[in-house]
Structures are given as C-alpha cells and as structure tokens.
C-alpha cells in the first residue's frame, strides 16, 4: 500500500508496522520516495542509501514475523553525516571526507540498529558541526521547509529539514552549542540534546569533545523519549559516558503540569529580541500556566560571557580533533606535495573550508602560550560559574523555560558574511552545553511570515524526565488546539 509519511510520527509507524497495516519495506520506499520528489528542493540529504535500506527493512519484515520485538524494527532514520555508520559515506560536509566510508557504527547507531532500525540516508550540516546555518556546507544549502529561501539553521540543518519537510520520520543530530536545538527551532521540530555522557560519543567525528553530545530530531516528544531510551548509558569505549540506569523516559511521559516549577531566566527575554519570538515563547509559558505549572523568576548571572567563552573552549578544543585530519588516514589527499609536511599542508588548505579554517586559528591562538591564561583559562572558569549558575536555578525550579535563539531562520545569506553576528544567535543555546546540561526544543507558534518559533525547555543534568515530561504536556495540550 501507499505509506502516507507526511506527518507520520516513529510512535505511529511502530504501531501500524505491528498491527501489519504496512511493511517495512513499504515504509521505507516512502521515505525513498519522498526524498526523491522533495530533496531537489530542500536539500536535506548528503546521501541516501536506497539499496542496503531496502534490504535491511525486508529483513526487519521478516524478523517481524517470525516474532521479533526490537523496539524500532524496520523504522527508517536519517542520520547526520557526523556519525559513523558502517558501510556509508561520513563527509561531515567536508571536501576533505569526500570517499571516506565508515569501516565501524558508532554506539549510538549499533543501539539503534540493535533494536531493528534502518538507517536510510546522510543529511546535510554545517562542515564539521561549525555553524548555524548550514551554509557551511561544502557541498549544498539546505533549504527551509517552511520557506525555502530561508535556512534550516545548523549545523544539524539537514536532519532538521528532513524531519520537517517529510522526508524523515526521525533523525540523528549532534549539539555541541545549540546544532540541534536550533535547527529544531527554525524548521518546526522536536529537537533533544542529552546531558553530555547521557549518549557515547563513540563513533561522532569529534567537534569539541567536552560539548558535544548526540541526540534526535523527531515529530514528537514522545519519539525523542523512545529514541532516547535506546541511545542511552554508559559505553566502555567512551569513558565520559556516564553509567547512570536508563529510565523508560518514553512511559514517563506527563499531559499536565500539576506540581511542576519552571523558571524564567530573566537574562534570556532580552532587548533586541525578535517580537514574534518573544511573542511566542511568552505564549507558551502561560500554556505552562494553565497546565498547572508554577512560573519563577530565576537567574543566569554569568550569561553575557557564555558566547566568548564557547567560542574560546570550542575553538580550542576543535583545533587539537581537527588535527587528525592531515590526508594520512581520512578521506582525501592532496596531490603534487613534494614531502609530508608540504602534504599536510596541502591537503587541509583544500580540503577545510573557510569557517573550519577561522576556527582552528582563533582554536590554535586561544591555546598558545602568552594567550593560554588569558583566553582558555578564563574560559574555563567562566564555564565553572555558567554551571554553577544552573546548578543554583535548578534548586529552584524543575525546569526552564527559555526562547531557543533571539530571532527565527534567517533569509539564505543573510548573515553568511558576518560570523559575529552569527555567533551572536547562539547565545541562548550553548549555556546547556558548557554546563553539560540537557535541553529540548520543542515547536510552540510561528511568525507572522510562518516561520516556525521553537519553545527551549532546559533541565538539570540527567533530568532528562523533567523536560521530556514538560515537553509532552505542552507539545499535547497544542494539539488539543488543532
Ligand atoms: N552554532 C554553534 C557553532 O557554530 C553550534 C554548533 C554545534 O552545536 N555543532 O559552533
């Protein structure tokens, strides 16, 4: 039969696929097929690998019958091209990765594939997670389903249009200063960044090792929960993972808010925001209201340093991961260098574009000595009072309600030239990544443009229950509304 996979969520297709209202193998050519009509447009996938998809679905059909009981047997996932996954392409949107193919999955995708997924394609993001936009592709510009001459955001951008635009069910991103909130924010999604160690990173081309965290863009926060429960718990091949017991966050799920506090930084509803936005996001918190929560003002003394400080820690920490990429072991190498030295040269002076390029110089210089105590060190202990400025709301409040970013999407090029001001937008996002903290986006209006508006609900860390379950209310008392 036709799959209708528009609005399909992955809690949906779970329940059809058993009942045998359709197959794998016709849930994933729907997917295939979508992409096929949609992506010319949007721009959301790097790759699509139709055959071994369709492959493992008709096994996942199979197992199905026979009694199989993974938890997303023949669900087709996008994933973002960060991620290892064995047998595909991993460029992170970098000229420098075209031909690599992963010989290994990453743990988050072995879960996944574990519990009877299919990872059907590789989306489009920001080279090597640096950015906001998604412009910083090497190789194309996704494109904002509600408004295609608008960007999805970043850098998850093309996981984000994906799932938006009904090309994907569900999709993997990664987050190290706001890559899946953000995006989530600017497309109209659900998007779930984990308490960093929540998720192994082993597998995730490494951004900046002590922010970054994977997590998922999903049509529900119900599928973030489900998602979420199967990624999650320690690894042995990621040491910061944390060995904290999974709860079955997707059964813990609230419809109301009853007993629930949820704070307000005052330093997040600022002058200069958009209107629309602000609009929103203060619409939304009286919806909390009315779901029984209690609303306090709360605040984030230290949140005018956090932009300097993530671009001081994560530039710093991407110019030591970027070094592995040299034209010796990944990807592509530069042809003609007379010695090695001039090899390596070559091979990152082609292969990186010009923002991975600006980072590793701001990384290089924050780090060098002369500058070290006064960039990286003061960074660091920024970061030490930006935690301890959550760990103090947090004996206040359950949870806090915040806008994602300042503005909705841009227009396409609007602020490609101008890297301040597009660092400036991340300001309400990487506060959760420099305290280790988790934080979900979850879509709550649009402007008058249609340009979605997402809800930003941040937790203390591992209070992954907290959000998802404040999430949900939310997310169900708006449809309540349809
Ligand atoms: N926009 C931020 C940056 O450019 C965040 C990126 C991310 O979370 N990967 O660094």
Redesign the pocket.
Known sequence: MAVAIENLTVTDALEKLNAGIFTSVELTQAVIDAIREKDPDLCAYLSVDTDQALARAAEADQERASGGQGRLLGVPLAVKDVLNVKGQPCTCASRLLRGYTSPYDATAIARLRAEGAVFLGRTNM?EF????TTENSAFKQTRNPAALDYVPG??SGGSAAAVAGGEALAALG???????R?PASFCGCVGLKPTYGRISRYGLTA?ASSL?QIGSMTRSVRDAALLLEVMSGHDRMDSTSVDVSVPAYSEKLRDDLQGVRLGLPKEYFIEGMDPAVEQAVRAAVARCRDLGAEVVDVSLPHTDYAIAT??II?TAEASANLARFDGVRYGTRAEGATDPIDMYGKTRAAGFGDEVKRRIILGTYVLSSGYYDAYYLSAQKMRTLIRADFEKAFEECDALLTPVAPTPAYRIGEKATDPLQ??LG?VF??TA?LAGICGISVPCGATSDGLPVGLQILGPAFGEESILGVGHAFEQSLHGDD
């Open positions: 920001d997670a640096m950015g906001s970043g850098s990664t987050d190290t200063g706001g890559s899946i953000q951004f970054d993530y671009y994560a597009m660092y991340d996002t990487v990544n």
